[in-house]
């Protein structure tokens, strides 16, 4: 990236700012901006380490396999966050976890030779990273335990909440790999939700309004 872009960048994405504002030129010129969709897979688990992601706009959801095989949430990164940080620090040469898009995002790439001199030149780089990792770490304790204690229904209606009025677009294989469940179980909470007046099915893909809206947040409010 040219100077003037990082420049630009700094004030569309303010977020940011703290993690390039005192970055030497000479290596950020190498970094990106990319822009995968909702659902789009960033790297997955096994894959060559390459790049470190921070997040411009948008979330990311990080999984990982569970027994069953099933692909689970770990932590949810949010807007100013990196993702693939860890295995970069600690110079793994293949990502422990898998990382996708949770919503429409802009990222700013940066490759790992890169990531690495920035660690050695810049202790407020570091400094940020090992708070990124810390709130990590505790976000992803207290979600699992929770999280897995919840019955596949609540794990549901919560992605239908996130999701808004609409169709949704996710199949029902992608439904439950967000939810770490197969998709037999995600299929029998999907009719179950249905008969109790959750949300519609046309086509087998489920349609919600407001008032589905209203009501699976107020079920939630109760089972959580």
């Not at 970055?23 to 897979?41: D, K, N, T, V």
């Not at 998709?183 to 893909?205: A, D, F, Q």
Request: charged letters at 25%.
């Amino acid at each position: 990236m040219e100077p003037e872009e990082i420049k630009k960048l700094m004030q569309t994405y303010p977020i940011i700012s703290g993690w390039i504002h005192e970055l030497p030129e000479a290596l950020m010129y190498r970094c990106r901006l990319s822009y995968p969709s909702r659902g789009q897979s960033l790297f997955c688990k096994g894959d060559e380490m390459q790049k470190v992601y921070i997040v411009c706009r948008g979330n990311v959801i990080i999984t990982s396999s569970n027994l069953n095989g099933n692909e689970m949430g770990v932590v949810v990164v949010p807007e100013g966050a990196s993702v693939g940080e860890m295995e970069a620090m600690m110079g793994l040469p293949q990502l422990v976890y898998s990382a996708k898009a949770l919503t429409d995002c802009i990222l700013l790439e940066i490759p790992l030779g890169i990531f690495k001199r920035l660690m050695d030149i810049n202790h407020s780089f570091c400094k940020r990273l090992a708070m990124e990792l810390s709130r990590k770490l505790y976000s992803s304790s207290v979600s699992t335990v929770h999280y897995q204690s919840w019955p596949a229904q609540t794990r549901l209606k919560l992605f239908l909440i996130d999701c808004g009025e609409g169709k949704v677009l996710e199949t029902r294989e992608k439904l439950a790999e967000f939810c770490g469940v197969s998709t037999r179980t995600i299929n029998r909470c999907v009719n179950s939700l249905k008969e109790e007046g959750y949300l519609n099915l046309v086509k087998r893909k489920i349609l919600l309004d407001k008032e589905h809206i209203r009501k699976l947040t107020e079920s939630i409010a109760k089972e959580i």
